[in-house]
């Protein structure tokens, strides 16, 4: 499907089908308002009325505003795409929901057919976007920008579908190591036996029941004259079946997400190369497999890891923090950055705490959080901050190790899984990490907003927005 920015009034563009975004007090001055009327159409949000002999799609939405138009083009394609129609036109209302429509048509109109053996093929093979304005080039970029977010977003969707069986660290390694033929980055891989010289005996020890070996990878993008350089982090658990602490059977299945915050890191890398903004970025994942195995790790471990911080592992289900404290570690070695932000699906928890459509975000300054929270609201994605406090720390003491990789009680479980990962950042980084808690926004089994089955991208759109405006 192809979508097409036209410097034209949207009369001169030829197409099969007219969309109209209409709010419900526009209603009465419109021209098909009696049909309307007798369909029953009021134009609530998200609601639709195809006009068939008028070749015409309405869509309700509440307002104009860039959440609104984004949902609503999401419907539009679910719409479109069940017509036999070929192509279809709109005009753009305004500059500020440009990137709302692209997204709307690019991420609602996304489908994983990968594994289905005769997949459903739309008719749709064109939207034309009209918009005649004076200042035509400058909305131009604009589009084009929104473009490349969307297909990176789409590319972070793509990696984390796919089954584990096909997905395994290794593999992953090889879906970044294509990233980086493609897009001219550098890239560097570690190996276990490259891990084992790191020390990285937290990592190892969750990998050491796959028939995979565990992999960290290094991926770079650096331009000549850089404003600022940014590390992220992401945690790679091509499976997460939940190690000797083995999850229930019904919470196994979608375990193939646990991968998501490598994939959006993927993503992000992907966009910010293509946008070719002034910013050095080393991404770093842990790809890892959390299995089962005479030889796995197992409760009442104790891990070494490469700060030489001891862990008691009491759940192995706990698996993504031992990965991200070495993968932390490294990174903060390898690179000095002006940021540090880690992505994760780190806990049920959050889910629990914010529910399936808000990001938590962790970490200890107020300044970053509040400039990574405006990013969120501008990109379309709901971010909220949960705070840390000394009393829910204590919850991680050990009686024998250092730390414990679970906390004594299970309320606050997003956060101490947070201040888990703050135990392996430096002092002088502590106001420069941000942790992403995506459990709950990676991956949908409903869709919502330009969210279709399966994964989300969560993190790629607010993360560019972010990095965009970076100064
Ligand atoms: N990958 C899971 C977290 C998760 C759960 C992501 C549901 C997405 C949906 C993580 O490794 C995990 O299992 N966490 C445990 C931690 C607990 C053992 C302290 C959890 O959330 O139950
Ligand atoms: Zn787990
Ligand atoms: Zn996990």
New binding site residues.
Partial sequence: MNIKLLNKELGEVLSDVTVVFLKKDELEECEHADILQKAGFKAEQDTTCFLYEKATLFCGVDSKKSDDIRSAASCMMKMLKSSNYKSAKISVISKSTITALVEGVVLGGYEFNEYKSEPKKAALEEISLAVNDFSFDDIETIFNEALIVAHATNFTRDVVNRAPQEINPQTLAHVAQTLAYDNSLLCNILQEDDLAKENMGAMLAVGRASVHGSALIHLAYKPANPKKVITLVG?G?TY?S?GL?L?APT?MV??K??KAGACAVLGIIKAVSELKLDIEIHAFIGAVE?MVGGNAYKPDDVLVSRSKTTIEVR?T?????LVLADVLDYAQDKVKADYIFDF????????IALGQYTTGLMGHSHKLKHDISRAGSDAGEMISSLPFNRHLKKLLKSEIADIS???SK?YG?AI??GMFLDKFIRDENKNKWMHFDI??T??TETPWDCNVYGATGAGVRLMCEFLRDIK
């Fill in positions: 945690k658990l997460d939940g602490s999850k919470s979608t375990m997400m646990d959390n759940n289900d706990a698996e993504g923090r994760a699906t780190l806990t049920g928890a959050c889910m990789n679970t906390a299970p479980g101490t899984a459990a709950g990676a991956y």
